[in-house]
């Protein structure tokens, strides 16, 4: 019996909270990018068609550097510049967990595919400290 694969509903376009639920190692491939880390999120939202909740990956390298997904990812689920992560880089792993509020829009991959990506992203749970009025 032939195998169909899963279609995952597509997330809208806009905002919503969310919260990082895993960061898969993906091993170098056949595209020669080199290995890589995909961030995986999963809004509080769900298709009503399927009830599954919406999720959106976002792929960036292992590097730290300028012009890197992961410095910008990084930087703003941490609150740093890409200069305060190249001198006190974060363990990756303690986000996993944490919520946040994603700016969602759709555009293309590689393939033509439509696809949702993150465009912003926000900490949720931040601690605020208490500011005189």
């Given at each position: 019996m032939p195998r169909k694969p899963k279609i995952r509903p597509m997330m809208p376009a806009g905002n919503h909270s969310a919260t990082l639920i895993d960061i898969i190692d993906v091993p170098n491939d056949e595209k020669g990018w080199g290995d890589r880390w995909r961030f995986d999120f999963e809004s509080d939202e769900s298709d009503p068609e399927t009830n599954q909740k919406y999720r959106v990956y976002q792929f960036t390298g292992q590097t730290l550097g300028p012009k890197s997904n992961l410095s910008r990812l990084l930087g703003w689920m941490a609150g740093k510049t890409s200069s305060e992560l190249e001198s006190d880089a974060p363990d990756i792993d303690n986000?996993?967990?944490?919520?946040?509020?994603?700016?969602?829009?759709?555009?293309?991959?590689?393939?033509?595919?439509?696809?949702?990506k993150i465009v912003f992203l926000t900490p949720l749970d931040l601690e605020v400290e208490d500011m005189p009025f």
């Open positions: 986000f996993v967990g944490r919520r946040f509020e994603l700016t969602i829009s759709h555009g293309e991959n590689f393939n033509g595919e439509k696809r949702s």
